[in-house]
């Protein structure tokens, strides 16, 4: 079994509550890495004195209040990292990056520490994580189990715990079948919300940057981070403001595919699997009807059986044909195919997927989200190698389609076969559902991974009475008023960051502290802001006692938070927030203010 992985919350409440510094993190990695040498997983990582040079940066002048402060990643290794060697898996390819992709960048300046370049199949060609010159990654739960590609390393990294998250990159399914194989969150973002500048194309117009992580608000964390349209990026497109704040669960429609479009391969277990995930959805969502998923699978077939395939070679066709030794024979055979067609073809698949398109264009004015496996089966590397490219297309059943579709997706983990093997679903829906999906797959994992059960999957023990309480100001660990919460038996469960609906006024006190005050911004008022809070499980019993102390203006009320849950939290009446107020909403917080005003 695969050990722990440490999310982007447990270690941003270890930074806020001082138990832990970038320091420490950074020589908890390199004592990690070190255990692990010789494993195929990286292909370069970042220097030891370079690593610890950014972590006491980050410890010394950065902001803990930045969205990823001290957060380890990974970057597959055909994203450009400056001074870092790309190789896209094939070393004869390799050149010295001379700037970091934007999507990198944003992710550097939002505080993260990066720490180094993963594995891929060779030139991002392949879903099984077997095609690389670098060595094969297994799945971390053994048993000569593929990792999946052709992000093989970036989801391996996260799930041994050697980072809190990575990103992929995701044509044909290579941002889903790596996470479904080592049981842990892919996000597949609609096309375009992650810059693909400075990443080596597979198929230019179909891909997308992905994130791996341990849990799906983690994976939406580094979304929202990342996310930017950049002059670089011709294929840039914004998240429309009135896609970030997610429909709840209640509201969608789930389309459960027709018993007949489901394929397994003979595995009953994965099929067992799937229909307890289904079991599951249906309790949460609004009314499950059954969807035909023929469109989606011609639309799929157009990948490698139609003139996608050519435009792998617009960017690597002159190194294969100068340099055929230094491609593996099975992605030479892949890419080489693409020869083939001519510009008639092209236009042929163009117009038989705008058919396609507008079947599943319709689909969506019934259905708000569609379920399927992520993989329909599971093979080891043994298999895998004796068929190498029909074996890869079993994979790709229910992930190939999805860019040429122009569909957002979201895969998560759905517990174990009886014999041992991971199994996952993966939400699907149109263009900007993103949020919307993230809403979906918090609640279906919310509690926890699945860990070996057979029957669905149950949350962890926990206190059957407690309550979720967003934190904002002083009643923040370490404040002032902390204690009342603690007095009344609640235990800090992490941070989080309100939706962008928000705004954060000081409001004057006699002692001159000051007391903040959340408020939730008018339709047509100024724009809101996210805005870092604790959240606190709290005895249901005690809600009463702990709101009769609470001073007006301030009261409790339903906060929405940036993964599209509502908890309960601290919220100030729009009245105090008038002129006298000051908004410090650009804070991002009500620490980040008072260290702020402290270096003032």
């Not at 001073?551 to 929405?560: F, I, T």
Request: proline share 7%; net charge negative.
């Amino acid at each position: 079994m695969p050990e722990r992985v440490e999310s982007i919350s447990e270690l941003r409440t270890a930074y806020h509550g001082g138990s832990r510094t970038p320091v420490d993190q950074a020589e908890r990695i390199l004592d990690g890495l070190a255990g692990r040498d010789g494993e195929p997983v990286w292909i370069s990582t970042v220097p030891a004195d370079r690593l610890r040079e950014r972590a006491e940066s980050l410890a010394r002048h950065g902001d803990p209040a930045l969205p990823l402060y001290g957060i380890p990643f990974a970057v597959k290794d055909n994203i450009d990292v400056a001074g870092m060697v790309t190789t896209a898996g094939c070393p004869d390819f390799g050149y010295l990056a001379a700037e970091d992709a934007p999507v990198v960048r944003r992710l550097l300046d939002a505080g993260a520490l990066l720490v180094g370049k993963t594995n891929l199949d060779q030139f991002a060609t392949g879903l099984t994580g077997a095609r690389s010159p670098y060595g094969s990654c297994q799945s971390v739960f053994g048993g000569g189990l593929i990792s999946g590609g052709s992000s093989s390393g970036s989801a391996v990294a996260v799930a041994t715990g050697q980072v809190s998250f990575a990103l992929g990159t995701d044509t044909a399914g290579s941002g889903r079948v790596p996470a479904a194989l080592n049981g842990i969150v892919g996000l597949k973002p609609t096309r375009g919300l992650l810059s693909t500048a400075g990443v080596v194309p597979a198929c230019r117009s179909l891909d997308c940057v992905s994130v791996f992580a341990p849990d799906v608000a983690g994976a939406l964390d580094v979304l929202h981070a990342a996310r930017a349209v950049t002059s670089a990026d011709p294929w840039g497109r914004p998240l429309p403001a009135e896609r970030v704040v997610p429909r709840m669960p209640g509201t969608l429609r789930l389309g459960v595919p027709q018993a007949e479009d489901l394929e397994f391969f003979g595995d009953t277990g994965q099929e067992a699997r799937f229909a307890a995930g289904v079991q599951l959805l249906r309790t949460l969502v609004g009314s499950p009807r059954s969807v035909p998923l023929g469109a989606f699978f011609a639309a799929g077939d157009l990948l490698y059986q139609g003139p996608w395939v050519a435009e792998r070679l617009v960017a690597l066709g002159g190194f294969l044909r100068s340099h055929p030794e230094s491609v593996l024979a099975v992605t030479r055979a892949v890419l080489e195919t693409g020869w083939g067609y001519d510009a008639l073809d092209a236009f042929r698949g163009q117009h038989r997927l705008r058919e396609l398109r507008a079947q599943v264009d319709k689909l969506w004015q019934d259905v708000d989200v569609v379920v399927v496996p992520t993989v329909g089966t599971t093979f080891t590397l043994d298999e895998i190698a004796e068929d190498p490219i029909g074996r890869n297309a079993t994979l790709g059943r229910y992930t190939q389609f999805a860019n040429l579709l122009d569909l957002a997706a979201v895969t998560v983990p759905n517990g174990f076969t009886a014999t041992g093997r991971p199994a996952s679903l993966t939400l699907l829906g149109p263009a900007f559902s993103d949020t919307t999906l993230a809403r979906l797959a918090a609640t279906l994992t919310e509690g926890g991974t699945p860990t070996g059960a057979v029957e669905a999957s149950s949350p962890p023990a926990q206190r059957s009475a407690d309550v979720l309480i967003a934190v904002v100001g002083r009643h923040l660990a370490g404040e002032s008023r902390n204690g009342e919460l603690v007095g009344h038996g609640a235990v800090l469960a992490g941070t989080a960051r309100t939706a962008p609906l928000y705004r954060l006024y000081r409001m004057d006190t006699p002692d001159g502290e000051g007391l903040p005050g959340l408020v939730r911004t008018a339709p047509d008022g100024p724009s809101g802001h996210p805005i870092e809070v604790e959240l606190w499980r709290l005895p249901s019993a005690a809600v009463g006692g702990l709101l009769a102390g609470v001073p007006a203006p301030l009261s409790l009320g339903w906060v929405r938070l940036h993964d599209g849950r509502d908890v309960l939290g601290f919220l100030c009446e729009a009245y105090a927030a008038g002129p006298q107020a000051e908004d410090i909403s650009a804070s991002g917080g009500w620490r980040a203010y008072r260290r702020s005003a402290a270096r003032r």
